[in-house]
């Protein structure tokens, strides 16, 4: 997982060709905390995509900008392009966000 700590490096994976799925989380939210320890599992059933851990609060802007007012929160994006989200202030399970990033396949 990736996490990036500016907006210089989580530029270069928008630039970078791939399919990348961007996880808005947050260490405060009890949501989140619910996911984190199967975030290994989720990497591994999905090789396709390449997940990056995106600290909501450190990247407040860039959250409104892409709407993201619920966490956790998950955009992805293949190739510079937007292609899918799941943005809400629900508890995800892996069930859940596996079945999503299937329909993008």
Known sequence: MLKPETY????????????????????????????????????????????????????MPLAQKWNIFGIPSLIVVENGREIGRLVN????????INNFLAGLQ
């Open 89 to 96: 202030k629900l508890r995800k399970t892996k069930e859940e």
């Open 8 to 59: 210089e490096e989580l530029a270069t994976y928008l630039e970078q060709e791939g399919r990348f799925v961007f996880l808005f989380t947050a260490d405060w939210c009890p949501d989140c905390q619910f996911l984190y320890p199967f975030l290994p599992d989720l990497e591994a059933d999905n090789p396709s995509f390449t997940f990056v851990q995106v600290d909501r609060d450190g990247f």
